[in-house]
């Protein structure tokens, strides 16, 4: 790697997916660090299937990416200069460093990581990190399992969505996977060890919820919507309880979203509960060791794919994510 | 009135609103309550706008009706025979008594009614029954107003809705009623006491909310749906509560109801709960007190409108409903 600072700005808005002439590529000067500052390498990039609806124009969890600005992007790096005593040269450490090589951040703005020695660092950025977070949150705090109780995961292949289906695994529940192949579905089924798994593109939804949930579903855990949550939501029994943890079906399309079976809620007295990791950040350092945990022990199983060829790789890892390509929780190693 | 019991079933279901021909009547023999149970004429049948939604085939918050059977309906009486200890002739009972005009009933399935001698019988079917009910717990449960939040109210001059926004105001909060006229808008400002009411009729509800609440939207009480909704979600603060208390824009078309701004529920971190009273049934004995206080106090004021006729005057009251031709809630005499 060279000394320059390679960043992409966003200069125009996509109107479906993202395409590299929506960005300008600059080379820049390697950022230097003032006082109780330091400058932080990026290692990886985390691609979460919501980067999309950060390029539109509406501000969505995060305020809408400005136009000729570098584009936001969730990174881990290290740090390779220090101007403060708070962080040690040689840290890694989690931050929004943007798409570029380098960035200039005060301490407190980053989150530095300690990985364990059997877990690979890029899972510090994916499965234990917010990822993990909005997948036991969402479960513990919104659906709240109960043995013998229905739980369906949609985006059950991806990453917050399989470990979402774990945890509620864990906490009792019969659980049902819908993702987007046969090899996710078997990977959920028999890796993950789900009850069943529904391939929304080659199998009939209603027909396969019908025999598989004819006690009705209790708890949904949402990351889609769109036709398949109508399905669901068909199906729920009184008091059901969704977490709405993202609409990823309406990402390319400017975020509007629709549902036709909306008086389901009212007839079932259904709870219907947005979610953003960024209200439960102050249980990170519970939540962070009890999904290491599982981890080491074999009972969260999960797929990082890293994918190599630097920044530019960032966009066809995008598409990859929103045709359902990728094989695992997209990474672009810098 | 002969002895004769005129009753009204259905025969077939509305596609749109509901007609005389869908129903067949018939004269039928006044009946004869057996051990343990009373014979009650009906004097009001209440109609509340998801009435028409009891005539589809699938089931609403009420198992649907039943083609062939009397039409369900939610009426106030009074006991003119009676072979229980329980209820003497002469109780005024509330009761799911169909329309017809006589029905028998086990005392358990009936509500005495006290009637405080400065309030109308019909309001003990209306403000001081479900309806109220329904306003308070709606209100208190699942918005839980606070000082100087701002509340939005849908449907906002009818039975529910001015008593949600009444409470609303009672309790604190800064509140924009939504109705159908300028005269339901200046009741609800000059009698009612809300801060402000939107003709959706007339303006442009928009710039109407855009000019009145610049501060955003945190509490919803929704009774409509539709494009309505859609533009109140649009403008919601962080963790707004939504209390989803009906969608009669969806109520003559089979019960579909769409909205285009549900990833405003995501982003905002909000919540949307469908409500109906059937779960607060608990809480009738403890709450109708404090609301017939409000009334007498002249806290609460409400509109109903007896509409006379006997029972064949009923579709007409459903049709004034939905095209809100009615000035009030509306009751039928029977």
Redesign the interface.
Known sequence: MSDMNEQWRLITRPDGEARADHFEVQDSEKPTPGDNEVLVRNIYLFIPPSMRLWMNEK???FPAQQLGEVMMGITLGVVEESNSPDLEVGTYVNGMGGWQNWFVSQPEQLQPVSPHPDIPLETYRTVLDVQGLTAYQGITEICKPEAGKTLVVTAAAGCVGSLACQIGKIMGAKVIGIAGSAEKCKWLTSECGIDAAIDYKSENISERLDALVPEGIDMIYENV?GTIMDSLLDRINDHARIA????IS?YNGG??????????????????????VR?YMHEYEKVIPILQDWVLSDKLKYKVEVVEGGISATIGAMSNIFHGRNKGVQLVKF
Chains 1, 2 share one sequence.
């Open positions: 501000e969505s969890y919507g709405l943890c993202g609409l309406s975020g509007v979203q629709s549902t036709a079976s909306l008086n389901q809620i009212v007839i079932k007295t259904a709870r219907l509960e947005g979610f953003l209200d």
